[in-house]
């Protein structure tokens, strides 16, 4: 599996939200600093993000992005499944997809199988275990007892 970079970006902003959870917006500046990454890409991720629900924008002076949940609720299947719609890449594997040969198709369990596993893997991975990996401040409670 070949992760692509909207994958990448999209995680890599959002375990940096998450470290500054519960102390207000961050700044789409900050975030790209902080994670050497390209500001105007990073607009477009965050607005996807945004529009999917996992992130919250505050407008003004001190606004920028914030998580719309606790970190731990958040699952790095929740990020891929928002920036890219789908967890696996094969075409066949998609909700939507027809292919003619999937009545007779020797390998389609296989791909089933690992679609599955894989989803299974990254729906169990959040934010706050990501953080708790790298030695990352680890939120403790969420804003309004949401933990």
């Not at 375990?15 to 790209?32: D, K, M, W």
């Not at 920036?83 to 999937?102: F, I, N, T």
């Given at each position: 599996?070949?992760?692509?970079?909207?994958?990448?970006?999209?995680l890599?902003a959002?375990?940096?939200?998450?470290?500054?959870?519960?102390?207000?917006?961050?700044?789409?500046?900050?975030?790209?600093?902080?994670q050497?990454?390209?500001?105007?890409?990073?607009?477009?991720i965050?607005?996807?993000?945004?529009?999917?629900?996992?992130?919250?924008?505050?407008?003004?002076?001190?606004?920028?992005?914030?998580?719309?949940r606790?970190?731990?609720?958040?699952?790095v299947?929740?990020?891929?499944?928002?920036?890219?719609?789908?967890l696996m890449?094969?075409?066949?594997?998609?909700d939507d997809?027809?292919c003619?040969?999937?009545?007779?198709?020797?390998?389609?369990?296989?791909?089933?199988?690992?679609?599955a596993?894989?989803?299974?893997?990254?729906?169990?991975?959040?934010l706050?275990d990501i953080?708790?990996e790298?030695g990352?401040?680890t939120?403790?409670?969420?804003?309004g007892?949401d933990?």
């Amino acid at each position: 599996m070949r992760l692509s970079s909207k994958e990448r970006t999209g995680l890599r902003a959002m375990v940096e939200l998450a470290r500054h959870y519960g102390r207000g917006p961050v700044s789409l500046r900050e975030v790209a600093d902080a994670q050497d990454l390209p500001l105007p890409y990073l607009e477009r991720i965050a607005a996807t993000l945004r529009r999917s629900g996992l992130l919250e924008s505050v407008r003004g002076a001190q606004g920028g992005y914030l998580l719309s949940r606790y970190p731990a609720h958040i699952s790095v299947g929740d990020v891929f499944r928002a920036v890219e719609g789908s967890l696996m890449s094969l075409d066949c594997m998609r909700d939507d997809a027809c292919c003619d040969r999937e009545a007779v198709c020797a390998t389609r369990n296989v791909w089933a199988g690992v679609s599955a596993r894989l989803r299974e893997t990254l729906d169990g991975i959040s934010l706050a275990d990501i953080l708790q990996e790298t030695g990352g401040a680890t939120p403790t409670t969420g804003i309004g007892g949401d933990a």
